[in-house]
């Protein structure tokens, strides 16, 4: 008695609240990790003979350490990842067309503790325990109708590519894996859902230590400018040797505009569409109700990208949640905002005293509200080679914002340019740049475009390499 | 992620025309990003150094105070609650209208059951903040608590239409769970796995929560699966291994209950692990070791008096199964219902008042237990029994007959108890 005494006395430092979890605390939080989306792209396909495609991806689930198993990363069952495309009223950023992409998790008996065991010989082999499935729903708003596909059009169930974890699970993963996990769907339309390397690339270590750039950053002169390799040397790809969650669709031109033609004339209504992504996640009724058993309802979007850096850039972060419950056409209520950014203003002529153009910056509202990446479809894709990292501004108009958004584009440099006014006419001698110009691995030249996962045997985190050098197929 | 350009490029009004305080912003921005990736106890560390080095920030002192609750949840360790609420008395001391802290405020009154000033808390939240789930939600929570459970509805319908994520499905689950509709919760508890979190313990508080609504339904295969689950999200969560020991006892492995038992109580000494281990020792013969935890049973109540502690339903059920000490049952059941008035205390209510001799009052009580229809064989057990005290044969063989057919094995002391109640009335 004694000694249970002791024992009890040891754990309950301080007795108020002993019993406290006695109700039912669920939690409270403020992240959503699955939902959360990073990256929006759309551009016309690159890939030989596929010029008339248009490829759309979004990126869910940033940073993910390529060796964090057992389960590495699920896409939600409980989230439905929608492409919105805009392709009538002069893009009102109300959607015409929907392509919406469900999950469902099958979980296999497993005698082992972890969810993939022994080398993997396809992407739903039996060494994968946990295998994702998913359902491609594809709506046309304007006449109502909905197309659904689990099966690609050889009858293979649609199914997530397995994570790479190294040389003796996933050898040779691209080939093996990566591409397996492609489907052509009987619509003409290719589909990728799975993981793959981070696309995106900036110097973010740099930046939040006070805007310290690694030289000749923040303004590339000459050389530091040019091309596609990292500018400065010495800059830092905060992004590299990370994985993201990809889903990546081909679609014909013609399935995208209202009157289902390629348009070839840059002032026809219909030679440009606009796109973006979101997460939803659906409603559900608290009370239960006999005459209305079905209690899980309509879908709530929970998570919005349009254009790169929106959020990030211009909407203050107090407006962040009702930025993301909230659509493109509606994106006029943020205009105030985006018309006068604070990075103008604050950091471009408060620090670097350069002259920028005064509020408000229609220029900027133009590519902004509503926010969504417009593509102007009668614009050929430029080869990987020729492509410019600073799309038009490079004088290669197939890159954001004019032509969509490709994955190799510099975002934040024409951000930083686009802001300081290079749109219209202002600072174009000042080649603004956070000194990375480039991806930490090269991009594949065909569908989906972003490159292999980063592996967890071997990875540029462990490495100290910073993404490079390493073969992400090993 | 992309969030972490914020500042770089932000159009934050507050820092117009002041570069420094930008730069400031931006770079406490980047170290946040970081630190939100550490283990609570790291986090505690960090922000530790961060409020003593600059003890003007609010911000920081909320943080530490948003992850000493975090810590709390994962330990139910009281001493980091009272740590918490001292450093938010700091800030709202400073600061009286501190909308971060008066959010954190409200959870840990949650947390040390102050319901009513919870509702008060909210509903002021609500008017400043109405688009923000979170206050929605301890709205509901504390609503739940006191037994109101229509505006609890409405306030935990808001927050998932603001909001569908993991936070409002697990609320969404437990309102249907306790508005009759087992299946419904299941299913919605699952959902607020797949939603999904970063914290372990959000994972597996909500695989505990889905292996409960199996378990209520006996499906101990299934529960099973989830307590380990929790097991694994979040090593040493005492509730997935005091859900694992009711799962094999439920399935009649009396020497793995007991070890899993055995586990949970030497994370936390909760009083139900203790009750089901005197039970558990009883039924193998093991006098010696049931008595050491009927003792324990009583020092916990003890220890609960000497922190002033005035109402603790877990006893007073635990007291009125056992036949012992039925009186102290009743003191503590009587205590919580002036303190919350949901179904669940009024339950314990009854039990203790049955089990004190007072039949008619015990039926009021009862009564109130059920009427939210709620799927509980507990419920209905003790309304069969009461009913039997007075002398209503139907009554009694109705509700234990739905007792046994909610769950034949929602306590195998109660349910042998219940059978043979169930063969006398039927007579």
């Known amino acids: 008695m004694l000694r249970t005494l002791k024992r009890l006395s040891a754990i309950a430092v301080s007795l108020t609240g002993m019993f406290a979890a006695s109700h039912r605390n669920g939690p409270l939080m403020l992240e959503d990790q699955t939902a959360n989306l990073n990256d929006f792209y759309i551009f016309r396909s690159w890939e030989q003979g596929r010029s008339d495609r248009v490829v759309m991806s979004m990126s869910v689930q940033g940073f993910q350490n390529p060796d964090q198993g057992p389960s590495y990363y699920k896409f939600s069952d409980s989230v439905l990842y929608r492409f919105n495309i805009n392709n009538s009223r002069g893009l009102d950023g109300n959607p015409d067309l929907q392509i919406d992409v469900v999950f469902r998790t099958e979980l296999r008996e497993n005698p082992t503790f972890v969810a993939y065991f022994g080398k993997l010989s396809a992407i739903d082999g039996p060494e994968v325990f946990l295998v994702q499935r998913y359902t491609v729903v594809v709506r046309n708003l304007r006449t109502g109708t909905a197309t659904f596909y689990d099966r690609d059009r050889n009858g293979r169930l649609l199914t997530v590519a397995p994570p790479n974890m190294g040389p003796k699970s996933t050898p040779n993963y691209e080939e093996t894996l990566g591409r397996a996990a492609i489907f052509e769907l009987a619509n003409g339309m290719r589909i990728f859902a799975g993981p793959r390397d981070d696309a995106f ?8 230590d006070t805007l310290n750039f690694r030289a000749p950053a923040p303004v590339l002169a000459g050389a530091a400018d040019q091309g596609q390799g990292p500018a400065a040397p010495a800059a830092i790809d905060g992004f590299a040797g990370y994985n993201i969650s990809l889903i990546a669709v081909e679609a014909p031109i013609t399935m995208l505009t209202a009157d289902g033609t390629v348009p070839t004339n840059p002032q026809a209504p219909n030679a440009r569409i606009g796109a973006w992504a979101v997460t939803a996640r659906q409603l559900v009724t608290i009370r239960p109700s006999p005459s209305d058993p079905i209690h899980i309802g309509e879908y709530a979007q929970v998570g919005r990208v349009g254009n790169p850096l ?19 056409a509606d994106d006029r209520q943020f205009a105030q905002f985006i018309g006068d950014p604070f990075f103008a203003t604050g950091i471009l002529r408060g620090v670097y005293n350069l002259t920028v153009p005064p509020a408000p910056r229609n220029d900027l509202l133009g590519v902004f509200v509503p926010d969504i990446t417009r593509i102007d479809l009668t614009i050929a894709p430029t080869a990987a080679a020729s492509q410019s990292r600073l799309g038009p501004l490079g004088n290669d108009n197939a890159g954001w914002p004019f032509g969509g958004r490709r994955i190799g584009d510099d975002v934040v440099d024409i951000g930083f340019r686009a802001i300081a006014g290079v749109l219209v006419g202002l600072n174009g001698s000042v080649p603004l740049g956070d000194g990375v110009n480039s991806n930490d691995v090269p991009y594949l030249d065909r569908f989906p475009f972003h490159a292999a996962p980063h592996a967890g045997f071997r990875h540029s985190q462990s490495e100290g390499t910073n993404g490079r050098g390493i073969n992400t197929n090993q | 992620m992309r969030q972490a350009i914020l500042l770089a490029m932000t159009a934050g009004a507050a820092f117009a025309q002041d570069p420094e305080r930008l730069a400031a912003a931006m770079k406490e921005r980047a170290l946040l990003d970081n630190i939100m990736r550490l283990k609570t106890d790291d986090r505690i560390k960090v922000y530790s150094t961060l409020t003593g080095a600059k003890p003007d920030n609010l911000h920081y002192q909320n943080l530490l105070a948003a992850t000493y609750v975090q810590k709390m949840r994962e330990t139910t360790d009281p001493s980091y609650l009272a740590r918490a609420s001292k450093v938010l008395d700091g800030v709202l001391a400073v600061e009286g209208s501190n909308y971060e802290a008066l959010r954190l405020r409200n959870e840990v009154e949650l947390e040390n059951h102050n319901f009513r000033k919870v509702v008060e808390g909210s509903k002021k939240l609500v008017r400043i903040a109405p688009e923000d789930p979170w206050n929605w939600g301890t709205l509901g929570d504390a609503l739940m608590e006191l037994g109101e459970y229509n505006e609890a509805a409405e306030a935990y319908q808001k927050m998932v239409t603001l909001r569908p994520d993991l936070s409002s499905y697990n609320r969404a689950a437990w309102y249907r769970y306790v508005a009759g509709d087992r299946k419904g919760a299941i299913e919605l508890m699952k959902m607020a796995i797949s939603a999904g979190s970063r914290s372990g313990e959000h994972m597996a508080w909500c695989w505990v929560e889905l292996g409960n609504l199996y378990l209520r339904g006996n499906e101990t295969g299934e529960a099973a699966k989830a ?103 009743l003191e503590l059941a009587k205590a919580e219902i002036a303190l919350r008035q949901d179904i669940f205390t009024w339950d314990a209510l009854a039990w203790a008042l049955f089990k004190n001799k007072q039949y008619d009052e015990a039926q009021k009580a009862i009564e109130k237990a059920l009427s939210m229809g709620t799927p509980e064989a507990q419920f209905h057990y003790h309304a069969g029994m009461i009913a039997a005290a007075r002398g209503d044969k139907a009554n009694a063989a109705k509700h234990l007959e739905k007792a046994l057919e909610l769950n034949p094995a929602f306590d195998a002391k109660q349910a042998a108890v219940a059978r043979e109640k169930l063969a006398e009335v039927r007579g």
Not at chain 2, 239 to 263: F, M, P, Q, T, V
Not at chain 2, 267 to 281: C, E, K, R, T
Not at chain 2, 298 to 307: N, P, R
Request: aromatic share 10%.
């Open chain 1, 201 to 208: 690339y900036f110097d973010s270590g740099a930046t939040f």
């Open chain 1, 310 to 328: 929106t959020v990030e850039a211009l909407i203050p972060l107090p407006m962040k949640d009702r930025w993301n419950r909230s659509h493109p």
């Open chain 2, 227 to 329: 307590f380990a689950a929790a097991a694994k999200y979040q090593p040493n969560y005492h509730s997935a291994y005091g859900g694992i020991g009711r799962a094999l006892a439920a399935s009649g492995d009396i020497k793995g209950a007991i070890e899993a038992y055995k586990k949970a109580q030497s994370i936390v000494p909760m009083p139900d692990y203790a009750g089901a281990l005197h039970d558990l020792y009883l039924r193998e013969g093991n006098q010696a070791e049931a008595a050491k935890q009927l003792a324990t049973l009583d020092v916990l109540d003890k220890m609960g008096q000497a922190a002033k502690e005035s109402c603790n339903r877990t006893i007073a059920l635990i007291y009125a199964d056992k036949n012992h000490r039925v009186d102290r049952a």
